[in-house]
C-alpha cells in the first residue's frame, strides 16, 4: 500500500510559479507510475501530468506542455509538479496518484493523497 501527502500549494498571483510536492510511504515507491491531477470548483477530477516508475516517460496533455514540469526523486519517494506562468483558470485543488497502470486517467490510479489547494488570484 502507497500513503500520499501533498503540499506547497497556496495563493500565488497570476504568472507566479509554485513546486508542489508529494511525499510517499512504502518500500515499493519506485514501482509506481505517478499522476498528478486537479479538481476545480464545480468541475471534474482531470488529469495534469504523468510520469514511469523510472522517470524516463512523462505524460503531458497539451494544455500543461510549456508551463507544467513533473519530476520524481525515487530515493526520497517524492514526487513533483513544477508550475509556471500560472493563470487564473489554473485554481484548483492539486491530487498526486499512483498506479502499476499508465497514469493518465482517474480511473487507472490505485492511490491518491488528499490534495493542496492551488489558488492562482491577483
Known amino acids: 500500500q502507497v500513503q500520499l501527502v501533498e503540499s506547497g500549494g497556496g495563493l500565488v498571483l497570476p504568472g507566479g510559479s509554485l513546486r508542489l510536492t508529494c511525499a510517499a510511504s512504502g518500500r515499493t515507491f519506485a514501482s509506481y507510475a505517478m499522476g498528478w491531477f486537479r479538481q476545480a470548483p464545480g468541475k471534474e477530477r482531470e488529469f495534469v501530468l504523468g510520469i514511469s516508475s523510472t522517470g524516463g516517460t512523462t505524460y503531458y496533455p497539451g494544455s500543461a506542455k510549456g508551463r507544467f514540469t513533473i519530476s520524481r526523486d525515487n530515493a526520497k519517494n517524492t514526487v513533483y509538479l513544477q508550475m509556471n506562468s500560472l493563470k487564473p483558470e489554473d485554481t484548483a485543488v492539486y491530487f498526486c496518484?499512483?498506479?502499476?497502470?499508465?497514469?493518465?486517467?482517474?480511473?487507472?490510479?490505485?492511490?491518491w493523497g488528499k490534495g493542496t489547494l492551488v489558488t492562482v488570484s491577483s
Open positions: 496518484a499512483a498506479t502499476r497502470n499508465i497514469p493518465t486517467m482517474t480511473g487507472a490510479m490505485d492511490y
